[in-house]
């Protein structure tokens, strides 16, 4: 049976702990199909296509890409990019010329819909190309699937960091009282949600930003919570919003707008830090993840690993069996153990969609997450959090008045 | 023969990822002397040994005494706080109503400052006491000692992030060119150099505190870098200061300052984010790692748990022996195998003092650490770095002429 044609694949948007699984997995699957000719690589995704910027992944010898697996970030180099009209001729010129039938895209919300379009185009223009896309974001903001690859390992990166920070904060309470994590996500805070998994040291307090950011609310929140332990962690999501819709803290730099017209975030856990200090008079201390909370590599959720390389490699078994312009999804089997299976969602339905937070995944006061988003998180994180242990602390009776002052 | 009275031991400042290891390490050691009668805990440091509060570690189940190996951040609790006359008077009050002969306080310069303090006091009031120091701090500016238990870890966490942040960075290199990663440090650049642990994923640029920052030489550099590269990826220790000695980025608010005076720290990076922006026009982030890189237990450098094992254990040992009012020091054997054994020096001699980067660990131009920094640090990290894989990046020939712009 003779090759039907070539296959490329890319990765766009932030890169994850586990996007290197999907490639791994699209390979392994291609192996198994005679009619896919060669495996290509686009460099830094659709603009090095566009450049016709390819790697033969076929003579890539198999310790590196069995390596991918444990290795985070983007190894195909990643981009973030709008396609004009020309681009789009472009990508199709490019496929017809490298004979590329099965085209794999590897991304969120926005690279959804670029795969799109363009598997729209190449059907208008009667080019027969397979478009698939495979989700992946940390974010966790892509509808009609469970979760999205990417996600569980940055949740788990949050979870144990978490852990190490209510720890410490604990640790050193009376110098201390006040700590700001600050968690990535523009729309939704299922990362910023991830916290509560490190359970008994999980942060006092988290907002995310499907709710109004109240300023009084969460001074009030944050003055309570002191009171109470001494020391306040509070995990809050980049993206928190005032109630008319605008950013807490958006940097007003013209800079700072993406190539999808999304304004550049960052600043919110400066501005908590800056409001704790300057209104509650308590010493308030950032934590800033930044870029290692979608890199980790230590990090990386074996859950996480296993369903990046599946929905990497249902991408291909479903191209090479005649599906195109679909997104691969995780549907999760019934309870009582974790697993999922794939599924497929209209590209077009899926493009530029955000799926956020369900109501009752947070809790009433708007202040944290309720069991019913742990029990749903929870078994994304693959193995055991780390046992580290805390004293019993059997007080050694006192033998002094108290020291006068 | 009958116990010569009881021992205590406390944790003290900024906790870090295996000072726990050093109560491990006493505990441990303080089982093979008879003259030891009880082993108590301070908790939360001096602040709690004034107020009576001692835990009876005797009576923790070993479980959670080897559990203290792979827990981070400080289980007994921490402080910073500074003694008054009548708290040292305090001190020996409790020692004595608890007849407490073997005093180890575990922590840093201002701690061993404090150590000092009561070793003195203790003698000239006629009351037999050994007081050791013990040493700890991820700033590593101990001086008399190769390197401080707790840096180690401290630099596997840098080294290891540095690695994540760098491939991150050049994976999405068009769209987030800048990237500023903030490390710890007030006076020293120990843990800002340890970023250049990661080797081929190390920072394209290290400022570290012992010189002096030049803003317009920080422009260039990172210009010529972005130039080079197409991204450039920046380790500053947040105690960066000018010429003058001020620090680039001090917070002004009175309560900026802390037990000891030293002032606030922690708006380096985004100072150094803003700055890039404005003047460069380039889009700049910030990586704030902020606790998490003292209290990471998933970091933990198996040389670093060992060897603050090693000095908690000796500081209990010379105690036993005799000795008193010394710190425990590393010292590191000939090559070529690295390794290290024990020694002293008087805790008058350490305290207050601060043991910078010398100039040769520096490269001429102030913005890269040398091979000599690498010789030293490396094997303070342990095992290996995460074995990550990077394509070959066989390209695929051209078929096209370049796109039309």
Same mark, same amino acid.
């Given at each position: ?38 495996? &290509? ?34 190894? $195909?180099?990643?981009?973030? /990019?709008? $396609?004009?009209?020309?681009? &789009? ?58 979760? +999205? ?7 788990? /990166? ?33 990362? +910023?949600? @991830? ?24 001074? @009030? ?39 999808? #017209? ?8 400066? &501005? ?49 069996? #005649?599906?195109?312009? &679909? ?44 069991? +019913? ?7 994304? $994180? ?24």
């Amino acid at each position: 049976m003779k090759a039907k044609g070539n296959l490329v694949i890319g990765q766009s948007g932030g890169p994850t702990a586990v996007i290197n699984n999907s490639v791994w997995g699209a390979l392994r699957e291609a192996e198994r199909h005679v009619e896919i000719g060669e495996v &290509y690589g686009m460099v830094r995704g659709i603009q090095g296509f566009l450049q016709e910027d390819l790697w033969d992944l076929r003579r890539e010898d198999q310790a590196r890409i069995d390596g991918l697996r444990l290795t985070p970030s983007a190894a $195909l180099g990643s981009c973030r /990019y709008r $396609l004009t009209d020309d681009d &789009y001729d472009r990508v199709l010129d490019v496929s017809r010329a490298h004979d590329i039938r099965y085209f794999c895209y590897i991304g969120g919300g926005d690279t959804m819909h670029t795969t799109s379009e363009i598997g729209r185009r190449a059907a208008a223009s009667g080019y027969e190309m397979r478009v698939m896309g495979i989700p992946k974001t940390i974010d966790n903001d892509l509808p009609f699937t469970d979760h +999205t690859p990417g996600f569980d390992s940055a949740a788990r /990166y949050e979870a144990i960091t978490c852990m190490d920070i209510v720890r410490d904060t604990r640790a050193l309470r009376d110098t201390e009282s006040i700590k700001i994590v600050a968690t990535m996500g523009r729309n939704t805070g299922w990362l +910023t949600a @991830a916290t509560a998994l490190a359970d008994d040291y999980s942060p006092d307090l988290i907002y995310v930003s499907e709710l109004a950011f109240d300023r009084g609310r969460f001074l @009030a929140d944050v003055e309570a919570a002191y009171r109470q332990r001494g020391c306040v962690v509070i995990a809050a999501c980049e993206g928190l919003k005032n109630a008319d819709g605008s950013l807490v803290a958006a940097r007003q730099d013209s800079l700072n707008t993406d190539a999808f #017209g999304h304004p550049e975030l960052g600043g919110l856990g400066q &501005y908590l830090v800056d409001l704790a200090m300057s209104e509650l008079h308590l010493k308030a201390r950032l934590d800033k993840p930044g870029t290692m909370q979608r890199s980790a590599g230590l990090f990386i959720s074996t859950v996480d690993a296993a369903e990046a390389a599946m929905v990497g490699a249902a991408a291909v078994r479903h191209a090479v069996g #005649g599906t195109s312009a &679909y997104m691969v999804t995780l549907e999760r089997c019934a309870e009582p153990a974790y697993s999922c299976t794939t599924g497929l969602v209209p590209l077009q339905d899926v493009a530029n969609q955000e799926k956020l937070m369900p109501r009752d995944f947070i809790n009433a006061e708007g202040n944290q997450v309720t069991q +019913t988003f742990k029990d749903y998180a929870r078994p994304l $994180l693959g193995g055991p959090l780390p046992a580290y242990v805390t004293l019993a602390g059997h007080s050694v009776p006192r033998r002094l008045p108290p020291q006068a002052r």
